[in-house]
């Protein structure tokens, strides 16, 4: 097999595999070689599942031989987020608290990417409980960029972003709370679709904060996201906030659309403008023309109190997490980093009254936002504000500001958390020092075939998806 056919994407795969031209077996152990030689590297797993995945790549090999193809999934290489419920393989979600856990069910999107045909590979590393960006883990480990093994791949899915980024699967199932799937796969290189809020369950997945969590895929494409979402988006009894909505065929959809000739863009130059660092400027400046180039329409948009979304979204997630690791608190309070732990215990200590204004100030910017939709098809900014830090580093140069990464990383991303809207990372360049950059582009409340249809415009009309990742010496 050649070794380059492991870095591409569904879209390529798929056909080759649904024709018998390789097959789920052959894929798997190559795979799973490039595993065992970046493990040590890019440390993008907790748990390699070597024996589940070669039973469900030969069940794969089997059903395809005999005529019971699945669709685009069967037989694909994907990992999953350590923190969603996998029945029969531990589940940590990055914690020494939940280190021995093996649960007795899947969560419901893996449950619905398995009966897709999906081949885990295993359990993606990282934030421990998903209360960070940068993927340091004092419990398994920090994750590493594959583009840069000194520098962090963001988080809290970091993991999930260096394996798809590395070839170590060719498809990740992350999760999003202030930007969890959108950082690293700015920061790794890859796409990272945060859906609308309700659109994918999340029963199984451990929550941060229950009202701000989001289930969505990291993929080498958009239409690879396209194709996974499709797969785990819909209702589900076991999830009451899980919207009751059709699930379209997005891959479909996005290849019937005639382009994006006449869609509005919006630009917010105001808050998603401020405080970023030249090359990223420059290169989503950059695909904003490419963007007009190929017909859409860019309009200048104001949104207020933008300002106020890192203090929401704090107070939210401080209150929101403690109340579900109270117990843990209380039993094995010393199994939590100091970091974590920290953070959790504070929100025991914020007023009742802060989270309720935090809630009313949101519903006031998701109004904010709504009037800007009227306006515009879909808004588009930088994903990151900073390249990814050496691993340890605590603070970013965003332009002209010096800020902690953690409040960089967050500042474009949490509006699309608080308020639910869908939004992508697509890659649209790279910085001198070899570092990814990432185009933001956020939708109208579940319109992930407009979000999903200018990414792909924007990707075919450029070459960055196809860049492959080299192989560390």
């Known amino acids: 097999m050649p070794e380059d056919l492991i870095s591409r994407p569904i879209t390529e795969l798929a056909p080759l595999l649904q024709s018998k031209q390789i097959s789920p077996v052959e894929l798997f152990d190559e795979v799973l070689n490039r595993i065992h030689q970046l493990q040590p590297k890019l440390n993008s797993f907790i748990t390699v599942t070597e024996a589940e995945g070669r039973k469900a790549a030969t069940e794969a090999e089997a059903e395809?031989?005999?005529?019971?193809?699945?669709?685009?999934?069967?037989?694909?290489?994907?990992?999953?987020?350590?923190?969603?419920?996998?029945?029969g393989v531990r589940t940590t979600a990055g914690s020494k608290v939940l280190g021995k856990w093996v649960p007795d069910y899947d969560a419901t999107a893996v449950t619905r990417l398995l009966q897709a045909g999906m081949v885990m590979v295993g359990k993606a590393n990282m934030h421990e409980f998903a209360y960070g960006v940068t993927n340091n883990n004092r419990h398994y480990g920090p994750a590493r960029n594959p583009r840069d093994q000194t520098r962090v791949p963001g988080g809290s899915s970091g993991g999930s972003a260096a394996a798809v980024a590395s070839s170590q699967c060719t498809a990740s199932l992350g999760s999003d709370t202030g930007g969890s799937i959108r950082i690293p796969s700015a920061a790794c290189g890859t796409v990272g679709l945060k859906p609308?809020?309700?659109?994918?369950?999340?029963f199984g997945a451990i929550p941060l904060a229950w009202s701000l969590d989001h289930v969505g895929p990291i993929t080498k494409t958009v239409e690879d996201a396209a194709i996974i979402l499709s797969a785990i988006a819909g209702p589900d009894p076991n999830?009451?906030?899980?919207?009751?909505?059709?699930v379209p065929d997005y891959r479909k959809e996005i290849k019937l659309a005639n382009g994006i000739r006449g869609l509005r863009l919006g630009i917010p130059r105001q808050y998603f403008f401020d405080h970023v660092d030249p090359e990223i400027r420059a290169a989503v400046d950059k695909a904003i023309r490419?963007?007009?180039?190929?017909?859409?329409?860019?309009?200048?948009?104001?949104?207020?109190?933008?300002?106020?979304?890192?203090?929401?979204?704090?107070?939210?997630?401080?209150?929101?997490?403690?109340?579900?690791?109270?117990?843990?608190?209380?039993?094995?309070?010393?199994?939590?980093?100091?970091?974590?732990?920290?953070?959790?215990?504070?929100?025991?200590?914020?007023?009742?009254?802060?989270?309720?204004?935090s809630q009313r100030a949101r519903t006031l910017l998701l109004r904010n936002f709504n009037e800007a939709f009227q306006h515009v098809?879909?808004?588009?900014?930088?994903?990151?504000?900073?390249?990814?830090?050496?691993?340890g580093e605590e603070w970013v140069q965003s332009g002209?500001?010096?800020?902690?990464?953690i409040d960089a990383f967050l500042r474009f991303n949490i509006p699309y958390d608080l308020t639910g809207f869908p939004a992508i990372s697509i890659p649209c360049g790279f910085g001198s020092t070899g570092l990814p950059i990432g185009l933001q582009i956020a939708g109208k409340a579940f319109d992930e075939t407009t979000v999903l249809r200018i990414a792909h415009a924007y990707e075919q009309a450029t070459s960055w998806h196809r860049l492959r990742y080299a192989l560390p010496a």
């Open 64 to 87: 395809i031989r005999n005529g019971r193809y699945r669709g685009p999934l069967h037989g694909i290489p994907i990992s999953i987020k350590d923190l969603f419920a996998t029945r």
């Open 196 to 202: 609308t809020y309700g659109r994918v369950s999340r």
């Open 239 to 246: 999830d009451p906030t899980a919207s009751s909505r059709a």
């Open 290 to 357: 490419e963007l007009e180039s190929l017909g859409a329409l860019t309009v200048a948009v104001d949104i207020p109190n933008l300002e106020n979304c890192a203090a929401m979204e704090a107070h939210i997630t401080l209150v929101e997490a403690t109340s579900y690791h109270e117990p843990y608190l209380k039993r094995q309070p010393d199994d939590y980093s100091p970091e974590v732990r920290t953070n959790l215990e504070a929100g025991r200590y914020l007023l009742g009254t802060d989270y309720v204004k």
């Open 377 to 391: 098809d879909a808004i588009v900014s930088p994903t990151l504000p900073a390249f990814p830090p050496p691993v």
């Open 400 to 405: 002209d500001l010096r800020e902690n990464v």
